[in-house]
């Protein structure tokens, strides 16, 4: 069973700067895609940024110059850097990671977070 622990969150004013990280535990053989997505109250889940185990970034267009996600594939770790945060930034962030593997060949599965809240005070 693989399992994702995320960290860091919190409240912070509006200019301010926040790291998330989230570590990814179990037998794994790989992982494609780790990320993280966002959903506020009364919105839908949206991407916030995504990166794959070739470091390719993906980057939602809000948060784009502001964020910063890398990852440690060693590791099975991935991490957020916010800087310059918003309120609009206010959300629950989950880490995802994408197309999760036990063995070298065979299904791929997702795997989610339990979220840790993000407030931005203005």
């Known amino acids: 069973q693989v399992q994702l622990v995320e960290s860091g969150g919190g409240l912070v004013q509006a200019g301010g700067s926040l790291r998330l990280s989230c570590a990814a535990s179990?037998?794994?053989?790989?992982?494609?895609?780790m990320g993280w997505y966002r959903q506020a109250p009364g919105k839908q889940r949206e991407l916030v940024a995504d990166?794959?185990?070739?470091?390719?970034?993906n980057y939602a267009d809000s948060v784009k110059g502001r964020f910063t996600i890398s990852r440690d594939n060693a590791k099975n770790t991935v991490a957020l850097q916010m800087n310059s945060l918003k309120p609009e930034d206010t959300a629950v962030y989950y880490c995802?990671?994408?197309?999760?593997?036990?063995?070298?060949?065979?299904?791929?599965?997702?795997?989610w977070g339990r979220g840790t809240q993000v407030t931005v005070s203005s």
């Open positions: 995802n990671a994408d197309c999760v593997r036990v063995t070298g060949w065979g299904s791929c599965f997702a795997y």
């Open positions: 179990g037998s794994i053989f790989s992982i494609s895609f």
């Open positions: 990166i794959s185990s070739s470091d390719i970034l």
